[in-house]
């Protein structure tokens, strides 16, 4: 047996590992899971995004409501101050008219604020109504993650020995690989999930590319590593 079929091996205890942890990752629990998974994520950016705006909005109508006050007490001064002055015989109709300006600039003033605390009282309504809806979908969903992670936990640990025994196999296969060899495939695995193809009808199993007749021949000799020179996989021709 040389060096490459050691390592042919290895990558197919390897294998066994990747089809187990494959498995439990595409089971319906699992995929339900990523689902919930991806939902609460949502929620919970919902969740803070109307917090920010209740705050907001909560601090802006603090604002407008004294302001509002203080515009009502500026214009109830003018109002006394008007009735002042029309029984002020040497009052001018000019400051009169000037008073009605003020007075009549300071309702539309107070009527504008008005509005603005009416529409932000609407928006705290509406914005605390989705919070607390938001909120309830997103406790509903949490209880059933919850659930559905343990019955993923479930399927891992009934999972748990028959991974153990094919990691074990694999580990046991790579001490007899060479260093140099060993590091050359793990660089490869980091790009492709099966490093090394076969050569299939003068093909490479991985990239379906052609391969020269020069590359097959040293292939099936086994004397060497040989890559692919399309997709740079480890070439392996079975005995």
């Known amino acids: ?27 319906p629990n699992r995929a339900r899971l990523n689902k919930l998974h991806s939902f ?21 109508l603090t604002k407008l409501s004294a302001l509002c006050q203080d515009l009502e007490r500026r214009l109830e001064l003018e109002l006394s101050e008007f009735s002042t002055m029309e029984n002020d015989e040497e009052c001018t109709a000019a400051e009169m008219t000037e008073a009605r300006k003020s007075m009549e600039g300071l309702m539309d003033q107070i009527t504008s604020a008005r509005k ?10 509406k914005a605390t109504a989705d919070y607390k809806e938001t909120y309830t979908r997103a406790g509903k969903a949490k209880k059933e ?3 559905v992670r343990a019955a993923c ?3 891992a640990a009934e999972a748990k020995p028959e991974r153990e ?3 074990a196999a694999a580990d046991k296969l790579k001490a007899g690989i060479d260093p140099a060899l060993l590091k050359r495939y793990t660089a490869i ?10 050569v299939e009808n003068n093909q490479c199993s991985g990239c379906r590319m052609s391969l020269p007749t020069s590359i097959v021949k040293k292939v099936a000799s086994g004397t ?15 005995q």
Do not use: H
Not at 1 to 25: C, F, G, P, S
């Open 145 to 147: 993650y919850d659930a």
């Open 165 to 167: 025994q094919a990691v």
């Open 40 to 60: 609460l994520s949502e929620q919970q950016a919902q969740v803070v995004s109307l917090t920010r705006q209740i705050e907001a909005r909560g601090a802006a």
């Open 224 to 238: 060497g590593l040989v890559e692919c020179e399309n997709c740079g996989r480890i070439l392996y021709t079975r």
């Open 189 to 198: 695995r980091s790009n492709y999930s099966n490093p090394i193809a076969t």
């Open 1 to 27: 047996m040389t060096k490459i079929d050691d390592l042919w091996l290895y990558d197919q205890a390897q294998q066994e590992v990747a089809k187990i942890d494959n498995r439990l990752k595409t089971t």
């Open 116 to 125: 603005d605390i009416t529409d932000a009282i609407a928006f705290l309504e």
């Open 153 to 155: 936990e479930g399927e």
